[in-house]
């Protein structure tokens, strides 16, 4: 398996969710007349940033580490959660209260389809190293 190439597939489709994540927001916006992109672009900034940075360490505990791949999945998801409620916390500052169901609902939406993609494509990855 090639694990380089492994990994820039989970980017570039982490990069294809949010994308498609981001236009069905769009045309949500339009359809309904609300205003998501603060909600968006922090969801968007927070998947992008957590899924990169989970395919490098990926690569370099599959090569270096490949003992320590349990331990890993374990900590990323404990990273990605507390990142999560570190960011929810940051957006009730940003949109205040009255906004924070919105965003909490945008963010959910990029969140779980997140761990989705992480779970499915970390198992089918698990079987073959």
């Known amino acids: 398996m090639d694990v380089s190439r ?3 597939k989970y ?9 498609n994540l981001t236009l069905a927001g769009y045309f949500v916006m339009r359809i309904w007349d609300v205003d998501l992109w603060a909600a968006m672009l ?8 957590v899924d ?7 690569r370099w505990v599959v090569t270096k580490h490949k003992n320590m791949l349990p331990s890993f999945f374990t900590g ?13 916390s940051i957006g009730y500052l940003m ?11 945008v ?11 992480h779970s499915i494509f970390f198992s089918r990855m698990s079987k073959r190293v």
């Not at 990323?76 to 929810?88: K, N």
């Not at 949109?95 to 609902?105: A, E, P």
């Open 76 to 88: 990323v998801s404990g990273f990605r959660f507390l990142g999560a409620l570190i960011l929810l």
């Open 42 to 49: 922090s969801s968007m900034g927070f998947v992008l940033v």
């Open 107 to 117: 963010f959910f939406v990029y969140y779980m389809l997140s761990i989705v993609h």
């Open 6 to 8: 492994q990994h820039l």
């Open 52 to 58: 990169i940075a989970t395919a490098f360490l990926w």
């Open 95 to 105: 949109v205040g209260r009255d906004g924070m169901l919105t965003f909490i609902c």
């Open 11 to 19: 980017i570039g489709e982490s990069l294809f969710l949010v994308a």
